[in-house]
């Protein structure tokens, strides 16, 4: 097995472990996975607001949480969302250093009051989605993806912090295998999010899409 350190090494990069937790570093920024910035997009008011909850929306299923599976967990926040709106979710990332960051965030988040009981619908698998999702014990209702795609943000630091990402993980080289795993799990949804002015994902056009700002999120409804 490739030594984490290793992968960050050869990336030009450093892992360190600190009081904060696990960080990964360029010598001048820094990216640590940290839930904790997330909590006002988690009070209710502002949760139901938020575009991929609505977009994700189930109908209930009597009293079982609805099971979502993000494919492409990368730090977490989405999913965090997705358990806080009532699912149990499954976390899949690719990348084992990406992976150890998000790992490292769950386990502080399973001490801290508010987080706690949300992060315990939170379930990390690390591996390829395209093979994971063929093997599913389960039924999702709902299948996450969000390919990486070319930051355009006019955030200066959001742009390095994610430039410092893809050192380690590159864009989704195959889209229409990843689309059509997601779709073989046959989900009530497959929800993709995608830059505002992006292409569908894998020429595939949707159901319909929510649009905000600077995100849309493709919604392609499967029948059941």
């Known amino acids: 097995m490739t030594n984490i350190h290793d992968i960050v090494e050869e990336a030009g990069l450093s892992l360190l472990e600190g009081p904060e937790g696990l960080t990964l570093t360029d010598g001048t920024m820094n990216v640590r996975g940290d839930f904790t910035r997330m909590l006002p997009r988690l009070k209710p008011a502002n949760l139901n607001r938020e575009l991929l909850v609505k977009a994700a ?5 009597g009293d079982e949480r609805p099971r979502a599976v993000d494919a492409t967990a990368g730090l977490g926040d989405d999913s965090l969302l ?15 250093v990406i992976a150890a960051l998000l790992q490292d965030a ?13 992060v315990e619908h939170m379930q990390l698998v690390e591996g390829e989605s395209v093979e994971l999702l063929a093997h599913l014990d389960f039924i999702p209702d709902i299948v996450l993806l969000d390919p990486m ?18 050192h380690l993980e590159q864009p989704c080289d195959d889209e229409q295998a990843l689309l059509d795993a997601a779709c073989a799990a046959h989900p009530r949804k497959v929800v993709i999010k995608r830059p505002i002015k992006g292409p569908h994902l894998a020429g595939r056009k949707p159901s319909y899409s929510l649009s905000g700002k600077a995100i849309r999120y493709d919604v392609i409804a499967l029948p059941r």
Do not use: C, W, Y
């Not at 929306?57 to 299923?61: E, R, T």
């Not at 769950?106 to 949300?118: C, F, T, W, Y």
């Open 149 to 166: 795609f070319p930051g355009k943000s006019k955030d200066a630091a959001a742009k390095k912090k994610l430039q410092m990402l893809q």
């Open 82 to 96: 997705l358990a806080a709106a009532g699912f149990d979710v499954t976390l899949i990332e690719r990348n084992p």
């Open 57 to 61: 929306k189930v109908k209930a299923d």
């Open 106 to 118: 769950l386990e502080r988040a399973a001490h801290h009051p508010e987080l706690s009981p949300i």
